[in-house]
């Protein structure tokens, strides 16, 4: 690791950065320095234009991708070179304002029979459940299961935020069985070796990867015809307890939303609401000439 990255990577965890943060921009940062095959703290104004020129016209990547791009460096100039932003008329790409992909509870189900894999379907089950992140899924920790209370504790989740969520007593109960498999001490999904290991000793969880294309493999199997990812699961739990009438604000909680506005979108999503709105309009109508 060059020192600069050394630097780089510091100045982020002590400014509380979230580790898959660090990661993106760590990346983006490396990508810059192979694209013109010298350390990013000599690259030129007009380079470091046509370096975002380059992702966007060139590599046609996502807004989003871009805007990760354009934070990394920024983050490396102002914080770890300590130089002004010299790119201050860089325009951002705005942000595609997309509604995410929502399962029907006969999809998710049809969907979670079809991941063979036991301790995929494990995982993924309770990512649906309990509405988690995929890391947070992957990353569950025997001790953040409170039986007695019958919830299930994140710590640490985005934006560094502690939230507590209902267990339901068939995902326990799923959890026990699956945890008799391996009886890892730490880990509810722990890595395995390709030698068949069941992961009682195993210090690591199991990486993401494998779930998302266990997951991307349903959904070809079953003939969906919706670009449906893991976390469809959460934006898919979160809208059917819209519809089964849980109060919104319950929901943000559980969800670790800071704003409720961000909670607020699953309200264009769900059936219920789209045949009150209906009704609601109708009924203020009737009395039209």
Same mark, same amino acid.
């Given at each position: +690791?060059?020192?600069?990255?050394?630097?780089?990577?510091? $100045? +982020?965890?002590?400014?509380?950065?979230?580790?898959?943060?660090?990661?993106?921009?760590?990346?983006? /940062?490396?990508? *810059?320095? *192979?694209?013109? @095959?010298?350390?990013?703290?000599?690259? #030129?104004?007009?380079?470091?234009? =046509?370096?975002?020129?380059?992702?966007?016209?060139?590599?046609?990547?996502?807004?989003?991708?871009?805007?990760? @791009?354009?934070? @990394?460096?920024?983050?490396?100039?102002?914080?770890?070179?300590?130089?002004?932003?010299?790119?201050?008329?860089?325009?951002?790409?705005?942000?595609?304002?997309?509604?995410? /992909? /929502?399962?029907? /509870?006969?999809?998710?189900?049809?969907?979670?029979? =079809?991941?063979?894999?036991? %301790?995929y379907r494990?995982?993924?089950?309770?990512?649906?459940?309990?509405?988690?992140?995929?890391?947070?899924?992957?990353?569950?920790?025997?001790?953040?299961?409170?039986?007695?209370?019958?919830?299930? =504790?994140?710590?640490?989740?985005?934006? $560094?935020?502690?939230?507590?969520?209902? *267990?339901?007593?068939?995902?326990?109960?799923?959890?026990?069985?699956?945890?008799?498999?391996?009886?890892?001490?730490?880990?509810?999904?722990?890595?395995?070796?390709?030698?068949?290991?069941?992961?009682?000793?195993?210090?690591?969880? +199991?990486?993401?990867?494998?779930?998302?294309?266990?997951?991307?493999?349903?959904?070809?199997?079953?003939?969906?015809?919706?670009?449906?990812?893991?976390? &469809?699961?959460? %934006?898919?739990?979160?809208? %059917?307890?819209?519809?089964?009438?849980? $109060?919104?604000r319950l929901?943000?909680?559980? +969800?670790?939303?800071?704003?409720?506005?961000?909670?607020?979108?699953y309200t264009?999503?769900?059936?219920?609401?789209?045949?009150?709105? &209906?009704?609601?309009?109708?009924?203020? #109508?009737?009395?039209?000439?």
């Open positions: +690791m060059t020192p600069l990255r050394q630097r780089m990577l510091e $100045n +982020m965890q002590l400014r509380s950065l979230a580790a898959r943060t660090q990661e993106s921009y760590l990346a983006a /940062v490396q990508q *810059l320095a *192979l694209h013109f @095959a010298r350390s990013p703290d000599l690259l #030129t104004e007009e380079q470091l234009r =046509h370096s975002f020129l380059y992702l966007r016209n060139d590599k046609r990547l996502a807004p989003n991708t871009v805007n990760v @791009a354009l934070n @990394a460096v920024k983050f490396l100039y102002l914080h770890t070179l300590q130089r002004s932003w010299p790119l201050r008329d860089l325009v951002r790409p705005p942000l595609p304002q997309k509604l995410p /992909v /929502v399962l029907s /509870v006969e999809q998710v189900w049809q969907l979670l029979e =079809h991941i063979r894999l036991p %301790h494990a995982c993924l089950s309770v990512i649906y459940a309990c509405g988690l992140r995929l890391l947070e899924g992957v990353r569950l920790q025997v001790s953040q299961i409170d039986s007695a209370r019958m919830q299930l =504790h994140i710590r640490g989740g985005k934006g $560094n935020k502690d939230r507590a969520i209902p *267990l339901p007593e068939r995902t326990l109960i799923l959890l026990r069985v699956h945890w008799l498999t391996h009886r890892n001490p730490v880990w509810l999904v722990p890595s395995r070796s390709p030698t068949g290991d069941q992961g009682a000793t195993a210090s690591v969880p +199991m990486e993401e990867s494998g779930r998302k294309s266990a997951f991307r493999r349903a959904v070809q199997e079953v003939g969906l015809n919706k670009p449906a990812s893991v976390h &469809s699961l959460r %934006h898919s739990w979160a809208t %059917h307890l819209l519809e089964s009438g849980v $109060n919104l929901i943000q909680l559980w +969800m670790g939303h800071t704003s409720p506005t961000t909670t607020a979108i264009h999503l769900t059936r219920n609401a789209e045949q009150l709105a &209906s009704d609601a309009l109708e009924q203020l #109508t009737s009395g039209m000439p």
